[in-house]
């Protein structure tokens, strides 16, 4: 089985201040990583992945995400926030094989003031 | 090109009344998924199917059914709704390459009273 953990349930941070959002995940297989996005009232989208490769993987949109195997973590980060980037973020995983369902993390909402 | 689909977008019942949540996707993937949103939860998964003519239990599939019509939709009923069942529900579908981004749709707001 595997699991998501995701620390902070909310994170408030000023526009244009650097953000980080943890995640942990626990699994006895390797697994492949997401960071899904929502804005109010939307569905998910995906904000980006990491499948294999280099650990660091990058968004359209400035956001940053690093694999790392030995504290099992994918935290998401972006240097500079904007009025824009407030939303809730999940943090995923899903297995290389089976029926490939993401398992996700409880949420972080990201709440960017002026 | 619509993506995923979802009707209705909200919906209230009484306990004990039954509906059916619709979803339809026109980007030919083989994969779909529903999944209901509780806060403080993230989304988990009540069922999935891998192809058409295909369908299997996930997380939390008490109370549900589904039913994979063609390639194109999946549907949720819920035969006798509870309270228990409010929630915001999303379907999404996905080609089955593994790794292959999952696309949801609007969700569906279901209020039992």
Redo the contacts between chains.
């Keep these: 089985a595997q699991s998501?953990t995701?620390l902070d349930?909310q994170v408030p941070v000023f526009e244009e201040a650097p953000v980080e959002l943890r995640c942990n995940y626990s699994s006895s297989v390797s697994v492949?990583l997401f960071w899904?996005v929502q804005y109010p009232n939307?569905?998910?989208?995906?904000l980006l992945?990491y499948?294999s490769g280099s650990t660091l993987v990058e968004s359209i949109n400035g956001f940053e995400a690093e694999f790392n195997k030995s504290q099992t973590s994918f935290h998401l980060r972006k240097p500079s926030v904007h009025i824009s980037d407030t939303a809730e973020y999940?943090c995923a995983v899903?297995e290389?094989?089976g029926?490939?369902?993401?398992?996700?993390?409880?949420?972080t909402r990201l709440q960017v003031q002026p | 090109n619509a993506g995923v689909t979802q009707t209705p977008k909200f919906q209230v019942l009484k306990t004990g009344q039954s509906m059916t949540l619709q979803c339809a996707q026109d980007m030919n993937h083989n994969s779909m998924y529903w999944y209901r949103q509780d806060p403080g939860m993230g989304l988990r998964l009540i069922y999935y199917s891998a192809s058409e003519g295909t369908t299997d239990k996930g997380e939390v599939p008490n109370g549900y059914n589904v039913s994979r019509l063609n390639k194109r939709e999946f549907s949720l009923r819920l035969e006798s709704a509870a309270p228990s069942q409010t929630s915001v529900y999303f379907c999404a579908s996905s080609t089955q390459t593994s790794g292959e981004t999952q696309y949801f749709g609007p969700g569906t707001r279901l209020l039992v009273l």
């Design positions: 998501v995701q349930s492949y899904y939307q569905g998910l989208q995906l992945k499948l999940f899903s290389p094989t029926r490939r369902a993401l398992t996700f993390g409880s949420g």
